[in-house]
Nanobody, 124 residues
């Protein structure tokens, strides 16, 4: 069992900032990466930012230079600092954790786990 608890969403004006946090617990010893995805109703969930246990980061082009992902491995927490927010950033943001698990047929598999989602609304 993996639990991901998100916090930090809310309403913010264009140009403002928000910081999302995600605390992971449970069977996370095999975690290899954590990240944030977002989803607008009727659209697919898309990756916003991710970070590996080694600290390598990846960002969607739409948020580069505005969002920063960071993590505390000791406390199993990941944050997403969102600056210069735009109305098009409005979405439900989901925390994601990916594990690496050796299957019974000796292949590596990468199960993913999701938080409950937190709504970010950027509007004046």
């Amino acid at each position: 069992q993996v639990q991901l608890v998100e916090s930090g969403g809310g309403l913010v004006q264009p140009g403002g900032s928000l910081r999302l946090s995600c605390a992971a617990s449970g069977n996370i010893r095999s975690a290899v990466a954590m990240g944030w995805y977002r989803q607008v109703a009727g659209n697919e969930r898309i990756m916003v930012a991710s970070i590996t246990t080694g600290g390598s980061t990846n960002y969607a082009d739409s948020v580069k230079g505005r969002f920063t992902i960071s993590r505390d491995n000791a406390n199993n927490t990941v944050w997403l600092q969102m600056n210069s927010l735009k109305p098009e950033d409005t979405a439900v943001y989901y925390c994601n954790l990916r594990r690496r698990v050796l299957s019974s047929d000796r292949r590596w598999t990468y199960p993913e786990h999701w938080g409950q989602g937190t709504l970010v609304t950027v509007s004046s």
